[in-house]
């Protein structure tokens, strides 16, 4: 039996063909911004591998089986919490408890402010559920900007429909620097969701392999499940899925926390629109 065939039957599933088919949009038009423009053409190509770009008849034949979690499965937040209390006991909901009893906190940031954690978080370990650490990940501090000279507030979304967060998981500790900026609180796990139309990709995420048990990844994906579903903020609307990877990127282990904390397989067929905020 192949790994994907494994890790189908962890979802009951038989054969790739009772794998659900998402139809993804992701739109824009020559008066959208030269930001918005240049993630919408580099689509296709970034993501050839997770999504076929005709429509679906039968089977995949992609190297990876894209895992999402469709919003429209969940009414509010408390359904998904549900869901994923079915695995494990709630193993996931506890981790994530755990972090905020030690009094972490997620919330956005800027990412050239903390530099110096993220470095320290990159190089925490050399193996990840996601295979050995390399390329940019191996950067030095000045390979990646060197501290910060000034405080730095987060960004705020260029585009209803094309942006990209940078969400931290931070332990307060009061005098606490990067370089000589006083933040009072160290950044533990960064992660990175970008919206492409109407879905998000988590691009980036990793915690500091000292506080891996501690739950920080599953406080910081949950904060962002939580803000996704609620869609308090504007840039929300329209998002219908959040994306992390395929079903075989990474080790076993990945692809069960991925499975607990909400993720399903989709074939995927994606396709260019005009952009609903601008047309």
């Known amino acids: 039996m192949t790994e994907r065939q494994d890790y189908l039957k962890a979802f009951g599933l038989d054969d790739i063909e009772h794998v659900p088919v998402a139809e993804i949009e992701y739109g824009v038009s020559d008066s959208c911004k030269e930001y918005c423009q240049i993630w919408a053409r580099r689509t296709p190509d970034s993501l050839i591998e997770y999504f076929s770009f005709q429509p679906l008849t039968q089977g995949w034949d ?31 909901l506890r981790m994530a408890r755990r972090a905020s009893a030690k009094g972490y906190v997620v919330k956005t940031f800027h990412w ?31 390979e990646m900007g060197g501290p910060p000279k000034t405080y730095l507030n987060p960004p705020a979304a260029v585009c209803r429909d094309y942006w990209q967060h940078c969400f931290g998981v931070f332990a307060p500790e009061p005098g606490y620097k990067q370089g000589e900026v006083v933040t009072n609180e160290r950044l533990l796990a960064y992660f990175s969701p970008r919206r492409l139309g109407d879905f998000v990709i988590y691009s980036m995420l990793l915690g500091h ?16 499940m939580r803000w996704i579903i ?5 840039e929300l609307q329209g998002l219908r899925y959040v994306m992390y990877g395929g079903m075989e990127n990474g080790t076993g ?18 396709h260019e629109v ?4 601008r047309d």
């Open 62 to 92: 992609l190297r990876y089986v894209p895992m999402l979690i469709d919003i429209a499965d969940y009414e509010n937040y408390s359904q998904f919490e549900s869901y994923i209390k079915k695995f494990s006991g709630g193993e996931r």
């Open 112 to 142: 050239n402010l903390f530099i110096p954690d993220i470095h320290s978080i990159n190089v925490s370990t050399n193996i990840r559920s996601g295979g050995e650490m390399r390329g940019s990940y191996l950067r030095t501090v000045e």
């Open 209 to 224: 392999d000292a506080h891996l048990g501690e739950g920080i990844m599953d406080l910081g994906h949950q904060h962002i």
């Open 230 to 234: 609620e869609r308090k903020d504007p």
């Open 253 to 270: 282990g990945l692809f069960q926390w991925k499975r607990r904390s909400g993720f399903k397989p989709y074939r995927v067929y994606c």
């Open 274 to 277: 005009p952009c609903k905020v």
